[in-house]
């Protein structure tokens, strides 16, 4: 079997590898993302076992993709954990790889679960409707400003279309008049775009109440009435649930 250390960057690799059945060492520096795709598809027409060892990155889903399809064994380690068995205070690109290749060796490297890539397509459903959600709280928090400037209280019940003509009826000065305008166009888009994204996430949900992960890295988490969790053990499994919310500084309470 082909061992492999990898300390990852965005622009390349410095790699360790030793053959376990050989013995032999190298280690060599691999620019991304030709030069490495090239050197670990040689590795798997050769028809050796490879398995790689890195830590925790947020910018290499396209080099697990890659190990994945030539199917290579993936190991992803706890970065802290890693660095906290380093022994000498210098710090190399290339030392930081025979590190990780000397854990693996010695079977003391701190792996951790890594979720699907099902899993984490899900995720990134998840996480974007929460962004839309924010930019939509950030506009609405704009619009109940001007209307309280101008007078109008009038809380959730500003996004009602009374509520609504009565904002737009203001007469404002120039700037403020294409600001108000401008959010409520934004307002006007993001709506059901979230609503569009609302209806994927209830979709994709297989519960209805949210069942907490085991693993630490998709704990339950809450955001703005919105719950989802992944179990790891069935990364299909996720569950989602509405929940009505103040939101922060408006005063206006709804769904989202």
């Not at 889903?61 to 190990?67: A, D, I, P, Q, S």
């Not at 009602?160 to 305008?181: D, K």
Request: charged letters at 30%; aromatic letters at 8%; a positive charge.
């Amino acid at each position: 079997m082909i061992i492999i250390g990898v300390d990852f960057h965005a622009e390349f690799q410095q790699i360790a590898f030793v053959d376990s059945n050989t013995g032999e060492y190298q280690d060599k520096r691999l620019g991304h993302r030709e030069e490495a795709e090239q050197f670990y598809r040689g590795l798997a027409a050769a028809g050796q076992p490879v398995r790689v060892g890195m830590e925790a990155s947020g910018q290499a889903r396209w080099f697990e993709r890659l190990l994945s399809e030539l199917q290579f064994e993936l190991w992803i380690g706890d970065a802290a954990e890693i660095q906290s068995k380093r022994v000498r205070k210098q710090k190399t690109d290339r030392q930081d790889a025979q590190l990780i290749l000397k854990l693996m060796v010695k079977d003391d490297f701190p792996q951790i679960w890594v979720p699907s890539g099902e899993n984490r397509d899900l995720r990134q459903l998840l996480w974007h409707r929460h962004r839309l959600v924010q930019a939509r709280t950030r506009i609405m928090n704009q619009l109940q400003a001007m209307a309280l400037n101008e007078g109008l209280r009038c809380k959730k019940r500003l996004w009602r279309e009374r509520g609504r003509q009565q904002l737009e009826a203001y007469p404002l000065a120039a700037w403020a008049s294409r600001r108000r305008r401008d959010l409520l166009a934004l307002l006007d888009r993001l709506n059901p775009t979230i609503a569009e994204l609302s209806q994927a996430v209830e979709q994709e949900s297989g519960e209805v109440s949210c069942r907490p992960a085991t693993d630490d890295s998709s704990r339950c988490r809450c955001t703005y009435g919105t719950g989802f969790c992944a179990d790891h053990r069935a990364s299909r499994t996720i569950s989602v649930w509405e929940a009505d919310c103040q939101l922060p500084g408006t005063g206006a309470a709804g769904k989202i």
